[in-house]
């Protein structure tokens, strides 16, 4: 890996506050790949080799039974995923393939497992990480829940919206058919949400997105911290004397 990198890699926060040793023994034997889009990172219901972090693009995670497929999540920088299924030593419960170019980060799942009962701040940051997931599963699971196609629609474009930080128009960061999936609708359904949006200023032309009333998408969507809000930055120990602090977005 490049100094840059490795510096990239001291400020997640998974390993911020790790013991100087802890940290060498997880970049040594680690993969930092670049991955073109489209790739298959892993498949569901196979052995956790690795623990993925996203440091660059996009990663779809789907799910399968019988004749249905689903996206389960989109995650970007910097998010990690299969944790749970690396720390309980079991199958995926999940695919993983690249929505656009990528750069990986993949440690080895004994490791981790290994360096936890040896580094306690490693441990904690791992435990915080498991909630900080729970937590986005059950904003996942709220949004599905309580809200219409629509509605899930309009605060999507919202977060992706300000994630662009876009004055008027904003790009479909992937196509359409995986955000109907990921939003829980099917493609029909999908159209047929942008045509009510139409009203609220909303209007879809291929890859793009025009928004001309902001205030009124906003109104019709009411978004709700308590399902939208992002998640506070993952407590970190800084050889502090034991106090925690918030740590930076990596």
Known sequence: MH???IETLRRLNILQGVKESTFARIITPSFLQSFPAGTVLLRE???ADFLYIVLEGLVEMSAASDSSETVTEILGPVNLFILA????DNVCLQSARTLTPARILM????????LLGEDQNFMRAVVFELARAYRRTVKELKKQKLRSGAKRLANWILREYARQEQNVAMRLPFEKRVLASYLGMTPENLSRGFATLAQYGVQASG?????????ALTGFANPSPLIDGEEPTVMA?????GRTER???A
């Open 247 to 249: 740590s930076p977005a």
């Open 207 to 215: 890859g793009s997105i025009l928004l001309s009333d902001l205030p």
């Open 107 to 114: 440690i080895p799942a004994p490791l981790i497992r290994e």
């Open 45 to 47: 219901n196979t052995p």
């Open 85 to 88: 299924a690396v720390l309980n």
């Open 237 to 241: 120990t800084r050889g502090n004397g």
């Open 3 to 5: 100094t840059d990198d």
